[in-house]
């Protein structure tokens, strides 16, 4: 037995695969009850690209032991053409109801799909692999790979809040994938639950204190919850761990930005966002929360609106970047322009931001719509806008800067 193995993969090695079968086969034959031989023959067809083969030796297996999970698995549809692959995905329901069959077979079935719609988000796929993980979250309810599965497919196919839950069900089950925490503080920052994200990104720096990504999430959170000396502390030590990360100390350097032009630390954050530019002279991100901040303090305006007038060039249809330039030509007593470029914000997914919301109503308030500014702030305050400024504005009806 040793000897004939050892000459299997002699034959391997010196690219024989006809002779390295035949090996097999002979174990086979000494060894006519044994399953584990005929699923190294089988693993070995797939291995070499011969599934035909590969498939009729699993067919010997399930004539010997009808429940094998693998020989199932195996013979669990037929993947061909692609218009054949949702028909595929159909065909695995049967054995993915089994629980007999493990959920690491199962998922490998799968993976190349979620592959795919990770990659291109194609809908018809995940819809068909979606009926699959629903599945697998039924018969293996206690495994959180079932529930990532599911996640990553929901997230990926635009269901951001849909994905956020299953995401939180996987971690309830399996806190140790560094991966699924990453993905969840995402959506939490993608969907502004900045209380949520400054909660999980917490938890997730006591878990994995050498994620640099996890600081510098929290920071952001702090940020957004103007708590601007905290989110300094945390993107300090975001710096510290980030090593040679470049887009991610390119993050860093721009959130520095933004909160040092909060604390009123102007030449930090000029010399933050500068060191941004020098990373990425081109990224819209940079452009954009530069030319806010200095939009913010009433400076330099012709170089802000330029710098944001780039930004809304290089992505069109971003709400941030488009209200940026509006606060621009606010600033700039173009109530006229800032009114246009920050209602194509709200259009885009701005009426989902307070900040935009309540900028909105500033507008309306200077071309003396008082009514639809008070609505705007009422909308802003509703969407959990931490201005200070903004209860004021609402109480007395009047705008304060």
């Known amino acids: 037995e040793e000897i004939i193995r050892r000459k299997h993969s002699l034959y391997v090695g010196i690219g024989n695969n006809k002779k390295a079968a035949e090996e097999l086969q002979r174990l086979i ?5 044994s399953i584990e ?15 035909k083969m590969a498939r009729e030796v699993y067919k010997q297996i399930l004539e010997l032991a009808p429940d094998d999970p693998k020989a199932s698995m195996a013979l669990a549809g037929t993947p061909g053409r692609q218009s054949d692959e949702l028909e595929y995905l159909r ?23 979620i592959t795919r719609v990770v990659d291109n988000g194609d809908k018809k796929i ?37 994905a956020l839950a299953k995401y939180k069900k996987t971690l309830e089950l399996d806190d140790t994938v560094f991966l ?12 502004r639950d900045y209380a949520a994200l400054r909660q999980y990104s917490e938890e997730a720096m006591d878990l994995f204190p050498n ?40 993050d860093i350097q721009i959130q520095k930005g933004i909160v040092f032009n909060d604390l009123k630390k102007y030449n930090a954050a000029d010399e933050a966002f500068e060191e941004a530019l020098k990373l990425n002279s081109k990224s819209p991100k940079v452009l954009s929360s530069y030319s806010y901040a200095l ?7 012709e170089r802000a609106k330029s710098m944001a007038k780039q930004a809304t060039q290089l992505d069109p249809k971003n709400p941030t970047y488009l209200a940026t330039y509006g606060w621009i030509m606010y600033k700039m007593k173009d109530y006229g322009e800032a009114k246009a470029w920050l209602g194509k914000a709200l259009e885009n997914g701005g009426d989902d931001d307070a ?27 509703e969407k959990g806008s931490v201005s200070e400024l903004l209860e004021k504005k609402i109480s007395d009806r009047r705008l304060y800067d």
Do not use: C
């Open 180 to 191: 699924v925490w990453e993905q969840l503080l995402r959506i939490l920052e993608e969907t």
């Open 211 to 250: 994620k640099a990504i996890v600081y510098y999430l929290n920071g952001v959170a702090y940020a957004k919850l103007d708590k601007n000396n905290d989110a300094l502390n945390s993107l300090q030590q975001a710096t510290m761990i980030a090593g040679n990360n470049g887009q991610l100390l390119f």
């Open 29 to 33: 034959s000494a060894f006519p009850s």
């Open 91 to 113: 065909s695995l329901q049967p054995v993915f109801e089994k629980p007999e069959i493990g959920i690491d077979l199962k998922i490998g079935k799968l993976l190349p799909f």
């Open 355 to 381: 900040l935009i919301l309540e900028h909105y109503g500033d507008v309306l308030f200077q071309m003396n719509d008082t009514d639809g500014a008070l609505q705007y702030w009422i909308k802003a305050q």
């Open 37 to 51: 031989y005929r699923h190294l023959l089988a693993g070995f067809y797939e291995q070499i690209g011969e599934d």
């Open 126 to 162: 995940a819809m068909a692999a979606l009926e699959l993980t629903k599945t697998l979250e039924t018969v293996h309810p206690r495994e959180a790979k079932a529930y990532a599965a599911s996640a990553d497919l929901l997230y990926y196919t635009g269901q951001p809040k849909e």
């Open 295 to 301: 939009a913010t303090r009433g400076e330099n305006l």
